[in-house]
């Protein structure tokens, strides 16, 4: 929902993924510097006609190469809203909603501490992101607490997926053992 007056605080674009919004909050700045509001739950519903309870924000710290993901809750499913205050990042969604139109695919986005961009990633999808500077630092907020048990991590690099990183030719990210043992397409449960 494109807004042309100045009373517009965000502009909200659908990505390839219709359910997948790309939010970008009205930056005020001058020689001394900017201001954003980063959030606003009435801004937040009126343009994007969501309407999310927040939770849980979630900061975190990663070097270069460091590739997070594929991640998702298969209880107590997690709406996100992620952003980058420091560096930037590749951040990825994989559809896995059975029913929808865009199962199985994916959509990519730089997002960094210079463009303010931030995702909307609703419930029913794996999410992860690839740190493109020398360190980047992450935040989101989550529409369901973490649940450990319900955790689930779909393989970074699935063939059938097929997401394009912007890594190097034969580079590999930096993963944890958690996501070194990310489960193929057809292993991964669905929504």
């Known amino acids: 929902m494109v807004g042309t007056s100045q009373q517009v605080k965000i502009l909200v674009t659908p990505t390839v993924i219709a359910d997948v919004l790309i939010i970008e909050p009205k ?18 519903s009126q343009a994007t006609g969501l309407n999310v309870n927040f939770v849980q924000d979630n900061h975190s710290f990663s070097r270069q190469s460091t590739l997070r993901g594929m991640h998702y809750q298969l ?3 997690q709406g996100k809203l992620v952003r980058v205050v420091s ?10 909603r059975k029913s929808s139109p865009t199962y199985c695919k994916w959509t990519g986005l730089e997002l960094s501490a210079e463009n303010h961009k931030q995702l909307w990633i609703p419930p029913g999808f794996a999410h992860g992101f690839l740190v493109l500077t020398p360190i980047a630092e992450f935040m989101y907020k989550t529409t369901d607490y ?15 997926v097929a997401i394009q990183w912007p890594l190097a030719s ?14 193929s397409w057809e292993q991964a449960p669905k929504f």
């Open 27 to 44: 930056v005020f700045g001058d020689e001394r510097g900017w201001f954003t509001e980063s959030f606003n739950a009435q801004e937040f």
């Open 75 to 77: 209880e107590k499913a």
């Open 87 to 96: 560096g930037a990042v590749y951040d990825v969604a994989v559809d896995l």
């Open 146 to 160: 973490y649940h450990p048990q319900s955790e689930v991590c779909l393989a970074w690099d699935d063939s059938s």
């Open 170 to 183: 034969g580079v590999m990210p930096n993963l944890n053992t958690k996501d070194l043992a990310g489960l």
